[in-house]
């Protein structure tokens, strides 16, 4: 795996609840962990949220693209909307 390295510029109340949360993992764990080693796990679940998110708005997608079917090709069904309101408006 290859890795790369990042620079963060960070706010005194990120740098220090980042610190906290490598506090907390060292406790649980048993060892030190670095903060860098805390950020990178912040990283790893945002990410996998994020993919999460992606993953139902997928789902979502599918799911509506089965409701109304497709449009047909060249047709404006705007229009044909339009037109028919003016038709129920009449003259």
Same mark, same amino acid.
């Given at each position: 795996?290859?890795? *790369? %390295? ?9 740098? #220090?609840?980042?610190?906290? =949360?490598? *506090?907390? =993992?060292?406790? /649980?764990r048993?060892?030190? !962990? $670095?903060a $860098?080693?805390a950020? &990178?796990?912040? !990283?790893? %679940?945002?990410?996998?949220? @994020? #993919? &999460?998110? &992606?993953e139902?708005y =997928?789902?979502?997608?599918?799911e509506? $693209? *089965? =409701? +109304? +079917? @497709?449009?047909? /090709?060249?047709?404006?069904?705007m229009?044909?909307?339009?037109? #028919? *309101?003016? @038709? %129920?408006? +009449?003259?």
């Open positions: 795996m290859k890795l *790369h %390295r990042v620079q963060v510029v960070l706010e005194e109340d990120e740098w #220090a609840e980042v610190q906290r =949360l490598a *506090h907390r =993992l060292a406790l /649980i048993g060892r030190r !962990v $670095s $860098s080693e950020l &990178k796990e912040l !990283v790893a %679940r945002g990410l996998a949220e @994020e #993919a &999460k998110r &992606k139902g =997928l789902a979502l997608l599918e509506l $693209s *089965h =409701l +109304g +079917g @497709e449009a047909p /090709i060249g047709q404006d069904l229009e044909e909307d339009r037109r #028919a *309101h003016d @038709e %129920r408006l +009449g003259p």
